[in-house]
């Protein structure tokens, strides 16, 4: 694998108050009423942010496509090979995030591939800007829609099986944004030599330690859980706690001994409950359901095998305890995913040449790069989080500690595919 020879002869360069533009450009696509952004997948949101970034992919002189699923395509054709090497992230949002999450990484794949073709004439290989429909699972319940399009790995029944929160399936949706679902399989790609992501770290090892940049050894393996308790509902002034079937009290007894048992594992293990519902929901009544979802991680594939079994026990043991019944849902899994030595070399070169402190790394985000590592020679390159903050309002990222990301992606590019 070659390692990035500076482009001598074409000097890139990057404009940090041009970039600083894009960004909040997009980042004012898809304001939140309470704060931050939400861009569910294939909500107006999105599409008007899918629109504005083709408009500027086609202004900067990329040719542009979108795939099945409205994944959207700007291409610097090659000169030698039809080959492509592949850079950028996702446009959705989580409800309330930041500007930076996902679109950061496709605004800097949009400007540094123009930036290339601008100073050092078409590539060797094909480059192109990937901008993906759908990463975070903020809408739907089937994370990676762009990525698992694209590497073949969408099952037929999801489109008709999955839905949102107010039943709409993914199917419906697709076809409200003029998007076939039986045309999917199109989606798939086998001419990828590589992929590049540039991300925020979204943690605080970058910030702490002083580096300018984070190469990604490895991404966490992430299990998503739906956990259903049901008990008995009864009065809550008459009914003796020692008689109580309480779905809500067993749920909360669950989550704190969840929680608990990784933070006793020790960083980086991490168990959220990010959501919890009750039925029927009244002050003065003992619930007969509850509902909440567990994200447990560890990049380490034998401590979350570990992690993930306590925590199918601590239910269990609960439940049983407790006379609830409990049904456990998976909604998502996915071990422990390295990247590509070869590509992060690359980079590793490039952050090098130009006298950047870099930091090799684990994500404890998951991300696109995940989906296509197993397919295609993937690395992901961070940029530091202001105070480690992300999937808030408060994401932030000074543009100058992004303006040497872009060129360290620039060079990595020009390396792979000049
Ligand atoms: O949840 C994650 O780690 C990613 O931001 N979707
Ligand atoms: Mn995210
Ligand atoms: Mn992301």
């Known amino acids: 694998m070659p390692t990035p020879t500076p482009p001598t002869d074409c000097a890139v360069r990057f404009d940090p108050a041009r970039v600083q533009r894009y ?35 086609r202004e900067l002189g990329l ?16 000169t030698e090979s039809a080959r492509v090497v592949l850079s950028g992230s996702h446009v959705d949002t989580v409800r309330q995030g930041g500007k930076y999450d996902g679109a950061l990484g496709a605004i800097a794949a949009m400007l540094a591939i123009s930036a290339l073709g601008e100073a050092c004439g078409p590539p060797r290989k094909t480059l192109e800007v990937y901008v993906i429909c759908e990463e975070e699972g903020s809408r739907f319940p ?18 008709d099986r999955i839905r949102d929160a107010d039943g709409v399936t993914l199917a419906e949706a697709m076809r409200a944004q003029g998007l076939d679902p039986a045309a999917i399989p199109s989606a798939r790609r086998d001419d990828l030599d590589a992929f590049v992501e540039l991300h925020i770290e979204q943690g605080r090892l970058l910030e702490e330690g002083g580096y300018h940049l984070g190469v990604v050894e490895t991404i966490t393996g992430l299990r998503h859980l739906r956990v259903h308790v049901t008990g008995r509902q009864d009065h809550a002034g008459t009914t003796p706690m020692d008689l109580r079937r309480d779905a809500l009290a067993g749920a909360a007894e669950m989550i704190a001994r969840l929680t608990k048992a990784a933070a006793a594992m020790g960083r980086p293990a991490v168990a959220t409950a990010g959501m919890i519902a009750a039925q029927p929901g009244a002050i003065n009544i003992v619930p007969r359901a509850a509902q909440f979802t567990v994200d447990t991680r560890h990049p380490d594939p034998a401590r979350r095998r570990a992690l993930v079994a306590e925590i199918e026990g601590i239910l269990q043991e609960v439940a049983a305890r407790r006379g609830l019944g409990l049904q456990v849902e998976q909604l998502a899994d996915h071990e422990p995913t390295p990247m590509a030595p070869a590509i992060r070399q690359v980079l590793a070169a490039a952050a090098d040449a130009e006298g950047l402190r870099w930091l090799a790394l684990p994500s404890g985000a998951g991300h696109d790069s995940q989906i296509l590592a197993p397919h295609v020679p993937t690395a992901l390159l961070f940029v530091p989080s202001r105070d480690g903050r992300s999937h808030c309002p408060e994401e932030f990222t000074p543009v100058e500690q992004i303006v040497p990301g872009l060129r360290v992606l620039a060079r990595a590019l020009h390396a792979l595919a000049y």
């Not at 309470?34 to 569910?40: A, N, S, V």
């Open 142 to 159: 089937a994370n990676f829609w762009g990525s698992r399009a694209v590497t073949g790995q969408i099952r037929p029944e999801e489109p």
């Open 23 to 57: 960004i909040d450009d997009l980042g004012a696509i898809g304001v939140h009423p309470e704060g931050g952004l939400y861009r569910g997948l294939y909500t107006p949101a999105w599409a008007a942010a899918m629109d504005r970034m083709e408009t500027w992919l």
């Open 63 to 78: 040719t542009t496509r979108r795939d099945a699923v409205g994944n959207l395509f700007g291409r610097l054709a090659g």
